[in-house]
């Protein structure tokens, strides 16, 4: 009988045990997780932080800080006495396309540059004189785009050219906390790949690439498999860690579509955290792959393909911390959908798929007088569940074999009306799961598949499956036609 339930005692905790640490974009997470994928009580914690964030695309965080967090979630996590050395392994997933420039000693040049920093605009123009971006794409699974570290490097090197110089190595923000906390940048074949820079098929490095970015694959870790942890380190401010192994570093994406349960090409994962992303893990790489998404390698025989969406959970967060909504705001949700909602596109920090625009910013139309803030927070809503389906449309000819859609994350469980929008939209069922911390999960699982491959895991938790209403279904589709028109305004201004 497949086991149930999130949280267990210790007590009753199987072994092996996996602490798991999940570096997000609101907070490090981490917590010890026994055999089955169950969390173990008590054994959890919690640090927020937020990235700094500037007009000009700047959006950064101090890795040292996140190092510190991740040490006061291990001090957190392995403070019960009782633990003794039962952990067998720490697995760690962070928000992907992270990139930090780093010296001989393994010191930080530079602030951790997180998936949102769009400071590299310009480069990708020049980019795009020098090299075929469909070729490229076919090659690597990723475009020419601000999040990856081709145009990153460019720009650093036009800007900041002595930086560049003393840079030995540029790591993504997992490597340099594993390197700060065992000695040992161990990055995971996802990580790797979200830099833009491996080949989806043969898992080397492009070489063209490498030349265009300035990069010497010297500078960049060689990719390991989820099953390639190194042994135990010497951390002796966690007696509790005596045994356990370190895996490889890996992106949060990856963790999240494993911890949600999907787990092959029939479930596509719906993403609602801070950023979004609708993501299906495919069996060796997609193929055709359609130009607006991406493909990354993530092991030796699975890629992950999908695209991704900057602002959900930021969407919805700015919308609470700026609008005055009422406390009925659950019941506009609810409502019928209207053509007086004001029609929005949610890009407060430049988009990502399908249209890869980075400069791209938010707009908001159709207000009038009679506009509340509850019916704009509804727009708002609509317009991420529209950029969702957006990315689904070109999904549909690489994977076409989906037969469900599996919304988690933050969004989803402190709102779940958005999901019958989100039914609606995409014109098919969502099921929504409801675990929390499906990526952290994730993160623990891909570790359990190395150390304890034989023992049941415990079933994901869900809700409800909210079905689309034809009625409701037609009204999007033509309010998507007028988000299309808008957006090729915004594209062409």
């Not at 990153?152 to 003393?166: E, F, G, I, K």
């Not at 970015?213 to 860690?241: E, I, K, M």
């Not at 092991?299 to 909504?325: C, E, F, P």
């Not at 509850?374 to 957006?390: C, K, M, Q, S």
Request: proline fraction near 7%.
């Amino acid at each position: 009988m497949p086991l149930s339930g999130d949280d267990i005692a210790l007590d009753s905790a199987m072994d092996p045990l996996v602490l798991a640490i999940d570096i997000g974009s609101t907070a490090t997470r981490g917590g010890v997780h026994d055999a089955s994928g169950r969390r173990i009580h008590g054994l959890q914690h919690k640090v927020p932080h937020a990235f700094t964030v500037a007009p000009d695309g700047t959006s950064i965080i101090d890795p040292d800080q996140v190092t510190a967090e991740v040490e006061e979630v291990l001090d957190a996590a392995t403070s019960d006495p009782r633990l003794g050395t039962r952990i067998a392994g720490v697995a760690m997933d962070t928000f992907a396309a992270s990139l930090i420039a780093v010296d001989k000693a393994g010191r930080p040049l530079t602030l951790c540059l997180t998936y949102a920093d769009s400071r590299s605009a310009h480069a990708i123009s020049a980019l795009r004189e020098e090299l075929d971006e469909r070729t490229v794409h076919q090659r690597t699974g990723t475009r020419l785009h601000t999040s990856y570290h081709a145009p990153r490097v460019r720009w650093l090197s036009a800007t900041q050219p002595h930086l560049v110089a003393n840079t030995a190595n540029w790591w993504s923000l997992g490597e340099y906390v594993l390197a700060r906390l065992i000695g040992h940048p161990l990055a995971g074949t996802s990580t790797v790949a979200w830099t833009g820079l491996l080949d989806r098929s043969t898992g080397e490095f492009d070489a063209e690439l490498l030349a265009a970015a300035g990069v010497s694959p010297d500078q960049l870790s060689p990719p390991r498999n989820t099953n390639q942890p190194t042994p135990a380190a010497n951390t002796t401010r966690w007696p509790a860690l005596a045994k356990a192994a370190w895996f490889p570093v890996i992106t949060d994406g990856f963790a999240s579509n494993v911890g949600s349960g999907a787990t092959d090409a029939t479930v596509l994962t719906a993403a609602t955290a801070t950023s979004g992303a609708l993501r299906v893990l495919l069996d060796g790489p997609a193929e055709p792959l359609p130009f607006g998404l991406w493909n990354y390698r993530v092991d030796a025989g699975r890629t992950l393909l999908g695209g991704a969406i900057n602002d959900v959970g930021r969407a919805v967060s700015w919308a609470q911390s700026t609008l005055r909504l009422s406390p009925a705001l659950a019941g506009t949700l609810t409502a019928p959908p209207s053509h007086t909602t004001p029609l929005v596109l949610p890009y407060l920090t430049g988009e990502r798929a399908p249209g890869w625009a980075g400069g791209a910013r938010a707009v908001l139309g159709g207000i009038s007088a009679a506009s509340d803030a509850d019916t704009l927070f509804r727009g708002i809503v609509e317009g991420v569940a529209i950029t969702y389906a957006r990315v689904a449309d070109e999904l549909h000819s690489a994977a076409p074999h989906v037969l469900e859609v599996a919304a988690a994350g933050r969004v989803s469980n402190d709102h779940p009306e958005w999901l019958q929008i989100l039914a609606d939209v995409l014109g098919r069922p969502v099921t929504h799961v409801t675990r929390r911390r499906a990526t952290q999960r994730g993160t623990a699982l891909l570790a359990l598949d190395a150390l304890a491959p034989d023992v049941p895991r415990a079933s994901r938790a869900t809700g409800a499956t909210y079905e689309p209403e034809p009625a409701h279904v037609e009204h999007y589709a033509q309010r998507r036609a007028r988000f299309a028109e808008s957006y090729e305004t915004l594209r062409r201004s």
